[in-house]
């Protein structure tokens, strides 16, 4: 019995050695999850530095390409030793609550089905280098495409292993966009002073931010001004309350400055989400809420006062655009330049897919090298995008996936924390806002990150799920009692 009992201790002295192991390797996970979401802060030390031409190396996209091409390689390697030891303890017995694991995961499902399709896709592409590399100003080829799997999976892995994980990412996010605005606003303020001091080059207007494309910046915007206007309606603590409503100003201010239309749809669609599941949740707190609305208000209505924005005409023009694109679908004229001029590259992008609607026309093909509408720049539409470049069904897996992911939010919103609520938020004014342009490298990554962190448990058969914890309850029940007559044998 004493043989027995020092090799149970040497195996429990083992499993802790091997969870201690894995917990490391979750720890550097989150490293490298953390330094992606900082890809911001490098945008921001190039500002001042870079031309915004894109003939040559100079152009911030270039470097910002370069920096995510370094954390998720750094990251693929964290993650293949950190599946590697799962995998191992996995076949060396600790198996307990894989029915769990096995069940959270099915969710990837469709995205791995979605990836091979891409790489069926890339072969089949009338240009597999361009496909497989990227080329150009996008340079978003299927390596690149790997770049965001590995970002997902990683952000997926930590969710649950790093107990701070969504609160750290969230806040880093956060404090990243007020850095970002606080910055930019005393370039507005002090920026010959600074040139001055400094020596550099504050040539490119601050409405573009440290992304040098108003666009991308928007959409930037567009997710940190819904994270912290929902930090204000759901965080717990009044400190972290009064830091998010010290930022939310200065990302509404430049929210409506960068005059992107779809951004700013996508931060009222991010309110809107943010009252809909406060209420389903039964979680909202009427006074915050109107405090954000006020803040933002506030400043959309001094910016507009000021003529710094010429958003409220976006909006009477968005309405006229409407208008005519049901007039022409009527036989009443053309509306290819609704939208400006977005409505019309969707309609030649659909063109483009019924071309080839199985793999599409091979990744990265559009900036000049699209074969089938050499004419035609980037969609300006991230679902059409997909369609056009790995087909329809590429496009629908995605669509499966998205689904997947609020249906489970919507089932387990009593479950939701603070964390989860603003997460989902920012994710789905992501989602809006890809509907009217393209954001590549710059801010995708922080979607997918929002994207896999937000994933809820997976929802259960509810009988067969007690019966199986009571099987394992009867397991655990034996193993004690054998474990207590062990004890009481050696101490007799």
């Given at each position: 019995m004493s043989a027995d009992c020092d090799i149970s201790i040497n195996l429990n002295k083992r499993e802790k050695r091997l969870d201690a192991a894995q917990k490391k390797l979750s720890y550097v996970l989150f490293a490298c999850v953390i330094s992606i979401v900082l890809q911001g802060l490098f945008c921001l030390l190039?500002?001042?530095?870079?031309?915004?031409?894109?003939?040559?190396?100079?152009?911030?996209?270039?470097?910002?390409?370069?920096?995510?091409?370094?954390?998720?390689?750094?990251?693929?390697?964290?993650?293949?030793?950190?599946?590697?030891?799962?995998?191992?303890?996995?076949?060396?017995?600790?198996?307990?609550?894989?029915?769990?694991?096995?069940?959270?995961?099915?969710?990837?499902?469709?995205?791995?089905?979605?990836?091979?399709?891409?790489?069926?896709?890339?072969l089949k592409s009338p240009d597999i280098k361009k496909s497989l590399y990227g080329s150009g100003y996008i340079n978003e080829g299927f390596f690149t495409v790997l770049g965001y799997?590995?970002?997902?999976?990683?952000?997926?892995?930590?969710?649950?292993?790093?107990?701070?994980?969504?609160?750290?990412?969230?806040?880093?996010?956060?404090?990243?966009?007020?850095?970002?605005?606080?910055?930019?606003?005393?370039?507005?303020?002090?920026?010959?002073?600074?040139?001055?001091?400094?020596?550099?080059?504050?040539n490119i207007s601050p409405k573009v931010g440290v992304f040098n494309n108003s666009n991308h910046f928007g959409y930037f915007l567009a997710m940190s001004s819904t994270a912290t206007f929902g930090a204000i309606v759901f965080s717990k603590h009044k400190i972290a309350m009064f830091a998010a409503a010290m930022i939310l100003p200065l990302n509404v201010y430049y929210l409506f400055v960068c005059d992107t239309l779809g951004a700013n749809l996508a931060f009222i669609g991010g309110i809107i989400f943010i009252v809909c599941s406060g209420a389903m949740s039964k979680k909202l707190n009427a006074k915050r809420l109107l405090l954000a609305l006020a803040i933002s208000a506030v400043v959309t209505l001094i910016v507009e006062l000021c003529g710094r924005s010429q958003m409220w005409r976006s909006y009477i023009q968005l309405f006229r655009d409407i208008k005519s694109v049901f007039s022409s679908g009527s036989g009443g004229g053309d509306a290819s330049s609704a939208g400006t001029n977005r409505f019309g590259l969707w309609m030649r992008?659909?063109?483009?897919?019924?071309?080839?609607?199985?793999?599409?026309?091979?990744?990265?093909?559009?900036?000049?090298?699209?074969?089938?509408?050499?004419?035609?720049?980037?969609?300006?539409?991230?679902?059409?995008?997909?369609?056009?470049?790995?087909?329809?069904?590429?496009?629908?897996?995605?669509?499966?996936?998205?689904?997947?992911?609020?249906?489970?939010?919507?089932?387990?919103?009593?479950?939701?924390?603070?964390?989860?609520?603003?997460?989902?938020?920012?994710a789905f004014a992501y989602l809006i806002s890809a509907v009217f342009g393209n954001s590549f490298t710059y801010t995708y990554p922080y979607f997918l990150v929002f994207f896999a962190l937000s994933i809820q448990p997976a929802i259960r058969n509810r009988p067969a799920y007690e019966r199986l914890q009571r099987k394992n309850e009867n397991i655990l029940s034996v193993d004690s009692a054998s474990a207590d007559i062990v004890q009481t044998v050696n101490i007799e």
């Open positions: 190039c500002y001042g530095r870079l031309n915004n031409t894109i003939a040559d190396h100079s152009h911030p996209m270039y470097y910002s390409q370069i920096y995510f091409k370094i954390c998720t390689v750094a990251a693929a390697f964290v993650l293949a030793v950190y599946y590697i030891f799962r995998i191992y303890r996995f076949c060396d017995g600790k198996r307990r609550g894989l029915d769990k694991t096995v069940l959270d995961s099915l969710i990837l499902i469709p995205l791995a089905l979605m990836l091979v399709w891409a790489f069926i896709a890339t799997g590995v970002v997902f999976l990683a952000s997926f892995a930590i969710r649950n292993e790093v107990k701070f994980a969504k609160t750290a990412v969230l806040w880093t996010f956060i404090g990243l966009s007020g850095l970002i605005t606080v910055s930019l606003f005393n370039v507005e303020l002090y920026g010959d002073f600074l040139e001055k001091l400094f020596g550099l080059n504050f992008t659909i063109k483009v897919i019924e071309m080839s609607p199985w793999f599409g026309k091979g990744l990265d093909l559009y900036y000049s090298n699209n074969i089938y509408d050499p004419t035609l720049d980037v969609a300006h539409n991230e679902y059409l995008t997909i369609a056009s470049n790995i087909g329809i069904l590429g496009l629908v897996m995605y669509a499966v996936a998205l689904v997947w992911w609020f249906t489970r939010a919507v089932v387990g919103r009593a479950r939701l924390e603070t964390a989860d609520f603003i997460l989902l938020s920012g």
